[in-house]
């Protein structure tokens, strides 16, 4: 599970950020999805968790 989309945002003062999305559709009760599912996907859309620096990697 990863981010389903990831785009970046020119902010007003030219500055960028990196933006990961993730939708996810619930059925369950009250449209509510577990904590711990919460988590899961929370982690996945952290960068450090699926970010892969090549350049420290092969040092």
């Known amino acids: 599970m990863g981010p389903d989309l990831i ?3 020119r902010l007003a003062d030219g500055k960028t950020t990196w ?7 619930s059925s369950g009760q009250n449209g509510s999805l577990s904590r711990p599912f919460l ?4 982690r996945s859309v952290t960068p450090s968790n699926f970010f892969f620096d090549k350049a420290s990697y092969m040092a």
């Open 7 to 9: 785009f970046v945002l």
């Open 19 to 25: 933006v990961a999305l993730q939708a996810k559709f």
């Open 39 to 42: 988590k899961r996907v929370m």
